[in-house]
């Protein structure tokens, strides 16, 4: 600690310092005494006989406090701000190259409508289903605030018909930005767009079997927590809004391939409901 000095008297008048700001500090050496760097007996600028409570003789301002408790007192915010700042800036859940590995499970609630079209008639229906799915996701950190990723999903889903056997699987991808991102804690935001899947399947009477093959495009998107207890491992959980497009790719009836394309036949499956998802989280 740097004080003026003009504010110490010397022993020595001969050796008085100039009025000028001279920046000079105290330190008690183990014979009480009390020595200004860089000085010496001969200088006139050392001290001596002055205990850590007695004053200067001569009288003026008692000595100032030992240099390294000083130092120490000084320089406590500076270790405390730094701790802090470079605690905020390594300790993140997305840092650019971190790789996040996900897989998880999630439940949806949607409305569906069904579209056929033809030369003869048109006819709409309205349900509503239940879907499931195990997502696998993979994400890689490009910046603080952002992974770019790609995901899969196998899965099914349940309507008010109740007897078909299907089968469902999306793919794509995955950009999620990070509002929050910190150590043990991340608050993302996401959408999500590729390609949709759907296989039913449907038994009618005498044995007949028809396989109805869809195939579209899809999106989405939603928000989500992710929290690690430690920091390689954690849970997440998401929500989001999800849109399907399906239109007919094929029909197969007993195995053969049925062409309504040639009947001027179409058919198209929409869905659109919310669904929410809860996985573990894997980081390196």
């Known amino acids: ?19 000028s ?10 014979q009480a005494g009390v020595v200004v760097p860089g000085a010496g007996p001969g200088s006139g600028l050392f001290t001596a006989g002055c205990g850590p409570n007695d004053a200067p003789p001569g009288g003026g301002e008692r000595p100032v406090p030992h240099l390294r408790s000083m130092r120490t007192a000084a320089l406590l915010p500076l270790f405390v701000l730094f701790s802090l700042a470079t605690g905020h800036v390594a300790a993140q859940c997305n ?26 008639y048109a006819n709409t229906d309205r349900d509503g289903a ?34 078909r056997s299907n089968r469902t699987g999306v793919i794509g991808i995955e950009p999620r930005f990070y509002p929050v991102n910190t150590d043990y804690f ?23 079997v028809g396989v109805a093959r869809y195939g579209g495009p899809h999106f989405a998107f939603g928000t989500g927590l992710g929290f690690y207890a430690k ?11 999800v849109r399907h497009w399906l239109p ?16 001027g036949y179409e058919a198209k499956l929409t869905t659109g409901g919310v669904q929410f998802e809860l996985g ?5």
């Open 231 to 241: 920091q390689v491992f954690g849970l997440y959980f998401d929500v989001k809004y």
């Open 21 to 30: 700001a001279v920046l000079f500090s105290w330190a008690r050496t183990p």
């Open 280 to 284: 573990f989280n894997v980081r390196f």
């Open 130 to 163: 239940v879907s499931y799915g195990f997502p696998l996701k993979v994400h890689v950190g490009v910046v603080k605030p952002l992974s770019i990723g790609v995901y899969g999903e196998f899965g099914g889903y349940v309507d008010t018909a109740g007897t």
């Open 186 to 208: 991340n608050l993302r935001l996401f959408m999500q767009g590729g390609y949709s899947m759907l296989r039913i399947e449907d038994r009618y009477q005498f044995g007949q």
């Open 1 to 19: 600690m740097a004080l003026l000095g003009k504010g110490v008297k010397c022993m020595c008048d001969s050796h008085r310092p100039r009025k």
């Open 248 to 263: 007919l790719n094929s029909f197969e009836a007993n195995g053969q391939d049925i062409d309504f394309g040639a009947w």
């Open 95 to 120: 840092a650019p190259g971190t790789v996040h590995l996900s897989l998880g499970a999630d439940l949806g609630l949607h409305a569906t409508k069904y579209e056929e079209t033809s030369p003869l």
